[in-house]
């Protein structure tokens, strides 16, 4: 009995080509509607997954007590509590700090001290430097002439990133509320992150893997790196406010970057302590130099507390995160970017480990 061979490279029917482009550009002007609708929030919709990722320990805990909508709405309220107050003294100080800053500058009311003795002595460019430092010293306004076109770049830039400190703090408010409801239902949205992992990789070991891999780095980085530099900063801040330091705010915002990065913080306040000795009373001074050694020394307590040990993400990584993050995202984009970066850095490591199928 013979049979027909099977055609192939039957054309497609015209209906059913049109009905498939259709289709597709339905798809394509869906995703381009909702990537224009959730860009402008897609650094705080990150931060809120951040958190509620770092807080979900804590939160199975106290829904054993509270129950799940209980705790979530106790975790949100404490946070927004306890961060609101410190966060906006920081912000309204630096943002008060670069305004005066800056109308000093186009004032020309700002005075500098003279070029100490020992510039003029360096190698090279020590001449250069103290002729420099003293035409800004003598003669403000005629150095301004002269180089005053190199700041309008920064003065630009510290103009608009003052403004969207305050942006900032109002993300942080949003962001824990928005954690707070990603708590809530923190089963179902597990559930629905594995569905997606699962998709993509076609294993369930490797969506277990990746899930897990993804957890542990966020509260990891976020908790044992970001969190202990928050904590420091705000101990340090509270001293710098309480001696009454016209920069605390810049200094403290300092203490944080310093903090993330894994720089040591007594880089920054020995100077400082130094200036309190110069310029307030002795027992001020030494009350002052305690707690800051205190502050200082706070991380080799809290790291292991807050998961910190371990985490193998290299330094540059975290840098990289913290500068790239401030400059897109300001205050936000501080805490974001280290956090997003050691994630990519690890899930990159791990699919380059995976053996091809």
Do not use: C
């Not at 005053?148 to 770049?153: D, K, M, Q």
């Not at 703090?169 to 708590?183: C, D, G, K, Q, R």
């Amino acid at each position: 009995m013979d049979r027909k061979a099977p055609e192939t490279g039957k054309a497609l029917p015209a209906s059913t080509i049109i009905d498939t482009a259709i289709r597709v550009g339905l798809v394509a002007i869906l995703a381009y509607a909702g990537a224009r609708i959730i860009l402008p929030f897609v650094f705080l919709l990150i931060w809120s997954v951040i958190l509620s990722v770092m807080l979900y320990p804590l939160h199975r805990r106290l829904a054993l007590r509270l129950g799940n909508r209980g705790s979530a709405l106790l975790i949100g309220l404490l946070g927004v509590t306890l961060l609101l107050g410190p966060t906006a003294l920081m912000v309204t100080s630096l943002a008060t700090w670069l305004y005066a800053l800056i109308s000093n500058l186009q004032g020309q009311n700002l005075t500098f001290p003279p070029p100490p003795l020992w510039l003029d002595s360096v190698p090279a460019i020590g001449a250069k430097l103290a002729e420099n430092w003293t035409l800004i010293a003598s003669n403000l306004p005629a150095a301004l002439a002269k180089y005053g076109h190199l700041l309008t770049g920064p003065l630009a830039w510290l103009g608009s990133f003052a403004g969207r400190l305050v942006i900032g703090e109002l993300s942080f408010i949003v962001s824990f509320a928005i954690a707070a409801v990603l708590l809530a239902y923190g089963v179902d949205a597990a559930a629905l992150v594995r569905r997606i992992l699962l998709r993509i990789t076609g294993s369930q070991e490797r969506t277990e893997r990746l899930a897990s891999l993804t957890a542990a780095t966020i509260r990891g980085v976020g908790l044992g790196v970001v969190g202990v530099a928050l904590i420091q900063s705000l101990l340090l801040g509270l001293g710098f406010f309480a001696i009454g330091l016209q920069a605390a705010g810049p200094l403290t915002l300092v203490a944080l970057l310093l903090g993330i990065i894994q720089i040591p913080l007594i880089l920054l306040t020995l100077p400082v302590v130094a200036y309190v000795f110069f310029t307030e009373a002795t027992q001020t001074a030494v009350i002052f130099l305690i707690w800051n050694a205190l502050a200082g020394l706070s991380d080799n307590v809290l790291r292991p507390l807050m998961l910190g040990r371990g985490l193998e993400v290299p330094m540059p990584i975290i840098l990289f995160g913290v500068i790239g993050g401030m400059i897109a995202e300001g205050l936000l984009g501080l805490f974001v970017g280290p956090v997003l970066l050691a994630v990519s850095y690890v899930l990159l490591l791990e699919w380059l480990e995976q053996r091809p199928t």
